[in-house]
């Protein structure tokens, strides 16, 4: 998770925020849980959240499947809830997330940490707009440097500047150590198993793209 898709979290309609206070995942269907079916006396052993809703949904309606919804809330969550942890490092930090990725993605691009920005677009997910607004950012503190290609003019290089590649450098070994942390409830051959489930199903949603 070294590149975090900071603004690309999942979506639909089944999925929407998470809150410390009820913990509940709510949609355009999904009626609040109310506050008895959240005391940890009514958990059955290893439920979660989504369990509890899925259920509501049977007795509710039991002739519709609901076994979609239990996936992709489940990893909305969990999306959820690992960029908060990854903020709140890099927050320790005075660095954004998406700074983090766009300085990571130019320092993994040997070997003049370079790229123009519609490649730099590709690998970060987002739109050209939204990656001029941070390379701005970027800019203004001295951490990438950006020009016009010398032998393209209609063609912007961004390159990680002496001053970036010492930040991304300094903070990687503490985000790989903050993931593991986050990660700590999976075994490695747990790991291994998500990690395929979930590439077969960014495969099949068309992310296949060079990052």
């Not at 590709?122 to 990656?131: D, F, Q, Y």
């Not at 800019?139 to 390159?159: A, D, F, Q």
């Not at 990687?172 to 490695?188: D, F, W």
Request: contains cysteine; proline residues 2%; charged residues 25%.
């Amino acid at each position: 998770m070294n590149d975090t898709l900071t603004d690309t979290t999942l979506t639909n309609t089944t999925l929407t925020t998470h809150t410390a206070a009820d913990e509940t995942l709510t949609d355009h269907t999904v009626t609040e849980d109310t506050a008895a079916d959240h005391t940890a006396a009514d958990r059955a052993p290893g439920e979660d959240a989504v369990d509890r809703i899925l259920g509501q949904w049977a007795r509710v309606r039991p002739d519709v499947d609901c076994s979609a919804m239990g996936v992709a809330g489940r990893i909305s969550r969990a999306s959820r809830l690992l960029e908060k942890g990854i903020k709140e490092y890099f927050t320790g930090h005075d660095l954004e997330p998406w700074e983090f990725d766009v300085l990571a993605t130019l320092l993994r691009s040997t070997p003049d940490h370079r790229l123009c920005m519609s490649d730099l677009a590709t690998a970060a997910m987002v739109s050209s707009a939204a990656l001029t607004n941070r390379v701005d950012r970027l800019v203004v503190k001295g951490l990438v440097h950006r020009e016009v290609s010398p032998s393209n003019r209609r063609m912007v290089l961004i390159t990680l500047t002496g001053e970036g590649r010492a930040v991304a450098d300094a903070l990687l070994a503490g985000h790989v150590a903050n993931e593991e942390r986050l990660l700590a409830g999976l075994t490695g051959e747990d790991r291994e198993q998500l990690s395929g489930l979930l590439r077969k199903l960014l495969t099949s949603l068309g992310d296949v793209g060079s990052c």
